[in-house]
């Protein structure tokens, strides 16, 4: 069983800086891709970023060159540098790996 724990979301103006942080158990992590989903109120849930086993990153178009996927095996983490924060990125922020998921945390960002 994988657990995947999100934290870091918080209220942000426009155009600051936030670091999600998804703290993840279980030794399979470090050979699986982890991605990155947030869900906006009223709207589905939508993909954001993607980190492969190796390192290999891709982004949606909405967040690219603003958003920064990173991971440390070591520590079985993934992180999410979201820098130039707009009013749009508010969302509820989620972990995913396979079929797991985890709770989500809330970004907030005002304008």
């Known amino acids: 069983q994988v657990r995947l724990v999100e934290s870091g979301g918080g209220l942000v103006q426009a155009g600051g800086s936030l670091r999600l942080t998804c703290a993840a158990s279980?030794?399979?992590?470090?050979?699986?891709?982890v991605h990155w989903y947030r869900q906006a109120p009223g709207m589905q849930r939508e993909w954001v970023a993607t980190?492969?086993?190796?390192?290999?990153?891709n982004y949606a178009d909405s967040v690219n060159g603003r958003f920064i996927i990173s991971r440390e095996n070591a520590k079985n983490a993934v992180y999410l540098q979201m820098n130039s924060l707009k009013p749009e990125d508010t969302a509820v922020y989620y972990c995913?790996?396979?079929?797991?998921w985890g709770q989500g945390t809330l970004v907030t960002v005002s304008s």
């Open positions: 995913n790996m396979r079929t797991f």
């Open positions: 980190i492969t086993s190796g390192g290999s990153t």
């Open positions: 279980g030794s399979i992590f470090s050979y699986d891709r």
